[in-house]
């Protein structure tokens, strides 16, 4: 004869929802994690594309000097008139002044490349990278080239490159 007091074998209510909740606290912890992952990565990634648009406003720097070698005039032309800051890219073959808050830089969309550019078309990215350069005269034969990057809400980030290039010449 069968004992109908015979207790069941299998989970309570209460056992079921303990292993939801902790299931629920494990995915949680994992999800945060991730989430500050994600965020960490693109504030790197913002911080490593802001320094080499530093590196490169020293390089459009350093061309300048080297074609005005090349083009026999003073090796300082048109570079000591931007104390209070210019604005370059790296087909420009002169520095634009900076007019506060500066030009955003668009990914043009043919040669990846950043640029400023004046009539934006349809595949260009606007960025929210500004970049600053400012060169003062340290000498003679010395200038100081300071190079700016701002990026993000209202321009909230900014890198800052130095170096000094000469008239070796």
Request: glycine share 8%; with cysteine.
């Amino acid at each position: 004869m069968n004992n109908i007091f015979k207790k069941e074998k299998g989970f309570s209510l209460i056992e079921i929802l303990i292993s939801i909740l902790i299931v629920a606290i494990a995915f949680i912890g994992v999800y945060r994690v991730i989430s500050k992952y994600n965020t960490y990565t693109q504030k790197e990634r913002e911080s490593f594309v802001a320094a080499y648009l530093c590196q490169e406003g020293i390089e459009i720097v350093k061309n300048l000097r080297d074609s005005n070698w090349i083009e026999g005039v003073d090796w300082d032309n048109g570079l000591i008139s931007c104390a209070s800051g210019c604005e370059a890219d790296y087909n420009d073959s002169a520095l634009t002044a900076w007019s506060s808050p500066g030009r955003d830089l668009y990914i043009e969309n043919v040669t990846g490349s950043y640029e400023y550019l004046a009539a934006p078309v349809e595949g260009d990215i606007q960025t929210s990278y500004k970049r600053k350069i400012e060169i003062l005269q340290s000498g003679d034969d010395e200038l100081d080239i300071t190079v700016i990057v701002y990026w993000g809400i209202n321009a909230g980030n900014a890198m800052v490159v130095k170096e000094n290039i000469f008239n070796w010449k």
